[in-house]
């Protein structure tokens, strides 16, 4: 049975700093691609970034370049997210998914995806 498990969220001031993370289990992880994707109340859910199964290749949403950044770690089978100088509007719900392929131009997309976490909420204050 495949697992996603978001943690790491939580109520921070504007300009801070949180970490998320994502433990899996049931998933051949190293060859998989990860991804998160975050949903605000009355928005779609959006990409936020995503890391190739090597780690070798990031791709990050044009609102989050700079200021978040992905990682894997394939021998805990967990992915990362490092998101710095938070704003108010990176508030949401983020979500953790896994993806059995690696496509440059399909990894924005949710439907690209297989597996899903159940979400971390991220409130930010202003």
């Known amino acids: 049975q495949v697992q996603l498990v978001e943690s790491g969220g939580g109520l921070v001031q504007a300009g801070g700093s949180l970490r998320l993370s994502c433990a899996t289990s049931?998933?051949?992880?190293?060859?998989?691609?990860l991804a998160w994707f975050r949903q605000a109340p009355g928005k779609e859910r959006e990409f936020v970034a995503a890391?190739?199964?090597?780690?070798?290749?990031?791709s990050y949403a044009d609102s989050v370049k700079g200021r978040f950044t992905i990682s894997r770690d394939n021998a805990k089978q967990s992915v990362y997210l490092q998101m710095n100088s938070l704003k108010p509007e990176d508030a949401a719900v983020f979500y953790c998914?896994?993806?059995?392929?690696?496509?440059?131009?399909?990894?924005?997309?949710?439907?690209?995806?297989?597996?899903w976490g159940q979400g971390t909420q991220v409130t930010v204050s202003s």
């Open positions: 998914a896994a993806a059995q392929s690696f496509s440059r131009s399909a990894l924005f997309r949710a439907t690209f995806y297989n597996y």
């Open positions: 890391v190739s199964w090597s780690g070798g290749s990031t």
């Open positions: 049931g998933l051949a992880f190293s060859s998989y691609t």
